[in-house]
């Protein structure tokens, strides 16, 4: 994964603070670069970042970009790699356009990095981290030499990047195709998944039907001697390369099938129908009836790579998730605190749902925080009708991430249009108080934005 870059010395990354982009950034660490960047606010992962030996300020000044990467006499040496998240205006990417520096997106750069490598994407509008996660899992533990660029710290790497032997021809690469600005584009897998083309990213796409066109514009870049692997039902247009199907509903004569899904002791429990093979006894190391669904896409490719299907057991068993997926924070007999991602209405009613099927007998309380101005006004219906699923709503105001505010647009719209009576807009102090008092029986912190700060103090109530 080196040749296009071997005169680089110095990578620079504008918003290092993301998870795609902190990926790169461990990934030219290892490979010998002199890695440093600049994010807004620091973060428990920048703060990782940090202690790996990277360089990070918060300040958007040019006289804190390091003195190597600054002497023009380098500027050859340099690469800039940038998040879509980083405003037009910002000095320091004022200064390294205006002295003709190397600048690309975060996702030209993996589109370099996976060119010469057979690639494995996973593509959605939810789903795809866990996916693509289990999916490295599944390889690396099967003894696959296997690289991996993950949207989220997988578990048992601990990271959001596996790094394999680039050299050898047995090389395999994993990456999470995101949708995000068309940031997928710049793939073209040998394998693929999409796992779902729900509408999102309305203020890039403006509507749904552009959305799933470029999904399908994606499906069509799998090379023509591949397999595009989707969930049934998704209308991928035309592909030059094998297609197969998979599906977990009983009614659904899909190429790849989750049958007997069942929990027991807490686990899920499910067999995989596939055109060659039957495999029953499957347990999924992480709960939820959708991750069931991530795991037969994830077990597809797998097989398809040449994963043994006993070897499949024991990766499917041994996965214990990504940070922030469906994540068990607290477990006993009082409490179950979950923390999810969720910030998008399918994947809020997933959740829910699956601690619904987990906890039959339990009152199921919710914190969500909206996630972007533009997505509460797209979705607002669509996010109330989710969180009507739970007995007690909490909610805290939205996270703007890179939008402005828009007018009458705000965590009040959401909760208007909440149907359950139990349903409170707090602020965060008053938040704990409330949990303090009211002790949930099962509780999941939901949300995208900067509600990842509250699961340590929340955790800290709860196993209190």
Known sequence: MKNSMQHIRYVY?????????????????????SVSGYDKTPTPLTQALSDEGIEIHFDDDVNRIPVAIRNLDNKSQVLVILTPAVPADHSELAFFKSNGYEIAKRSKV???????????AVAGTHGKTTTSTLLAHILHSAGMNC???????????????????????????????????RSFLTLFPELAIITSMDADHLDIY??????????????AQVKPNGMLLHKKGLDVGNTACRRMTYSIKDNE??????DNIRV????????????????????????GRHNVENAVAASGLALECGVKPSDLKVALASFKGAQRRFEVHVKNADVVYIDDYAHHPEELRAAISSARELYPDKKIAGIFQPHLFSRTRDFAD????????????????????????????????ILDKVSITDKHLLSREDLLIKLQNEKPQVLLTLGAGDIDLLVKPIAQLLSA
Do not use: C, W
């Open 264 to 287: 027991e002791n807490g686990a899920y429990k499910f067999t995989l129908e596939t055109p060659l093979i039957k495999i029953e006894g499957l347990t999924l190391g992480l709960p």
């Open 253 to 258: 004569a899909a190429d790849f099938r989750g």
């Open 13 to 33: 990354l504008l918003g290092i603070g993301g998870i795609g982009m902190s990926a790169l950034a461990r990934y030219f660490k290892a490979d010998g670069k």
């Open 147 to 181: 690289s991996a660029f993950l949207g989220g710290i997988s578990t048992n790497f601990g990271s959001n990047l596996l790094i394999g032997d680039s050299s050898k021809p047995d090389h395999k690469v994993v990456v999470e195709a995101d949708e995000f600005d």
């Open 382 to 413: 669509g996010f109330a009708e989710s969180l009507s699923l739970l007995d007690t709503l909490y909610m805290i105001e939205l996270y703007p991430a890179r939008e402005k505010p828009i007018p009458g647009v705000n965590s009040q719209m």
């Open 110 to 120: 993996l589109g370099m990095l996976t060119a010469d490598h057979f690639t494995l």
């Open 206 to 219: 403006g509507d749904p039907n552009e959305m799933q066109n470029t999904y399908r514009a994606f499906a």
